[in-house]
Every structure is written in C-alpha cells, then in structure tokens.
C-alpha cells in the first residue's frame, strides 16, 4: 500500500520539484529521497498522505536549490532551466503548461527558495495560504507576504506571450527554415529590434558565453552557427564522428514550440523562442549534453 499510495502522486511531487528547482535531474533526485523518507513512516498514520509528500518533496526541493545555487554561480556561461517534453493538450500537463514556459523558469531563477517555493505552490497548483504555511513550518501572513512579493517580481519580468499556440508553431517554423537556408533577411525579420539570445553550453558544447543582443548580431550567429561549418564545430564540440548531420524537429517542450536538433536520433541541442507582438524578442539555446535526459523521447509526455 505505502508504494500505491507514493505512487499516485509521484506525477504531483515531480511537478513541485522541478518548478522549484529547474532541473530534471535534481527534481528526480529530490522525489528519491521522498520515497526514502516515506518509506520509513507508518503510512497508516499519516492522515492526509498527499499533504505529508508535497511537505517532504517541497522541503528537500528549497534545500538542494539552496545547495545547488553556488554550483550554478560557478557554472561556465549563462544558466538555463533543463528542458523537458511535455504533452501538448492533455489534461493536468496542459492545464499547468504555462508554469513550465522556461521564459517562467528563468525568471523564477531570480526569486529566493522561499518565494520561488511558494509562488510555485500557489500558483502551479493552486494551494491556499493556509496550506502552504502548513507545509514550510511558517505562519500565513508570512506566506501572504512571501506570495505577493514573488507575484510582483514575476509579473514584472515575465514575458508576456499574446499569440497563441498555432502562431508560436508557425512562427517557429519560419524561424527554422530562415536558419536552414541562411536567409538572413528573413531571419531578421522575425526577430525584434532588441532581440536577446541567452545560450547554455555548459562549457560542454558551443554557445555564446555572453547573452547576444540586438536583431543583427543575433541572425548573424544563428545563420553562422546553421551553416555547414558551424554545425561541423558545434558537432566536434560535443565529440561527434565527423560527417555526421543533425536532423531539426519542432518538438513541444516546457509548454510549447519548440527546435530540438538530433543526432542519429539522440537531442544535441534545444531553442525555445519567446515571441511578443509577433516577433521574437529571445532565444534560449540550451546544448549542454547533460540537460538533454528528458527530451530523448520524441513522443514522450513528460511529468512535469
């Protein structure tokens, strides 16, 4: 029974976890260490299973961030969220998509592990105060405070997205084909005036270590990094066989359109678009080999 009941809200946990955290892979670790620790509980005892999980899951998700936070100081270039696939319109996964935007995630990086805590749980999934003070140890009006402050800080900074799913999709796939065939007026054309592209290579792959600015300078290394040299030394960056070519798809990812480059079937590289007023206004590519465990499934549905 105590493996049923974690399993029923295992999707739940790993849904907190990496609002949280921004990372699969930690995401994951943090919902082992919650089975662990229920594993250890009279399961009987515990009155409200769903609220002790997301308590535990929540708790674990605020230390590691706290943790892991130096790590990403350190880390070679801009930071990004990992990627993962989701569903595209499928019940509780599109319901919450929105709260997976990494456009969201990269702005929720900005937040302390507490506001980023609470905005997650109140937002994403819709806690009242009342039990999100329960499952911090904290008082309500704190956590009041606490989600107001983080509310304010993300409406601020969030992109805000006003064309719908089908325009995100046609837009992005004009986006590839301008890459593809080096049409660099066009490219241009797509992309605002004040355009950023924020690139995570990790220091494992090609991509820029300073964010590009600007509609020019960025078409120009979009175009530059899709022609046939670029994709040789992005390829030789990553310790591909030479002659190997990669193949584009547009895949949904953290919510949306998405341009995942393959590798004889294996992801290399993702680039999300955040577009305003039917234009681009950023590009995220993220190519670190290590952020690429969670879209290896073309048609996979995610869980977070």
């Known amino acids: 029974m105590t493996i049923e009941v974690f399993t029923a809200h295992r999707s739940l946990l790993a849904g907190v976890a990496y609002r949280i955290l921004g990372s699969a892979a930690d995401a994951e670790d943090v919902v082992q260490e919650a089975w662990l620790r229920w594993a250890e509980v009279d399961a009987a005892s515990v009155a409200d299973p769903k609220a002790y999980l997301v308590r535990v899951t929540t708790n674990l998700a605020i230390d590691r961030l706290r943790r892991v936070r130096a790590r990403r100081e350190a880390y070679v270039g801009p930071w990004l969220p990992e990627p993962v696939v989701t569903a595209p319109d499928s019940g509780e996964s599109a319901e919450r998509a929105d709260s997976v935007e990494l456009a969201l995630l990269v702005v929720l990086e900005t937040l302390s592990p507490l506001e980023r805590a609470v905005f997650v749980l109140r937002e994403a999934f819709g806690f009242s105060h009342a039990e999100i003070a ?171």
């Open 134 to 304: 329960e499952i911090l140890g904290r008082g309500e009006p704190a956590v009041r405070q606490l989600a107001r402050r983080a509310r304010d800080h993300v409406r601020e900074r969030r992109p805000r997205f006003d064309v719908d799913r089908r325009e995100r999709r046609r837009i992005t796939e004009r986006f590839v084909a301008a890459c593809a065939e080096g049409d660099i007026e066009g490219l241009t054309a797509l992309l605002a005036a004040d355009v950023r592209m924020v690139g995570d290579g990790g220091g494992k792959a090609r991509a820029p270590l300073r964010e590009l600015a600007g509609a020019v300078p960025v078409a120009r290394f979009l175009i530059a990094i899709a022609s046939v040299e670029g994709r040789r030394r992005f390829l030789a960056s990553i310790g591909a066989p030479p002659g190997k070519e990669m193949d584009l798809e547009i895949a949904e990812v953290n919510g949306g359109p998405a341009i995942v480059a393959r590798l004889d079937g294996r992801p290399v590289t993702v680039v999300s678009l955040v577009i305003t007023d039917g234009l681009v206004d950023t590009v995220y590519l993220i190519a670190n080999p290590e952020k690429m465990s969670r879209i290896e499934a073309r048609d996979a549905s995610g869980s977070a």
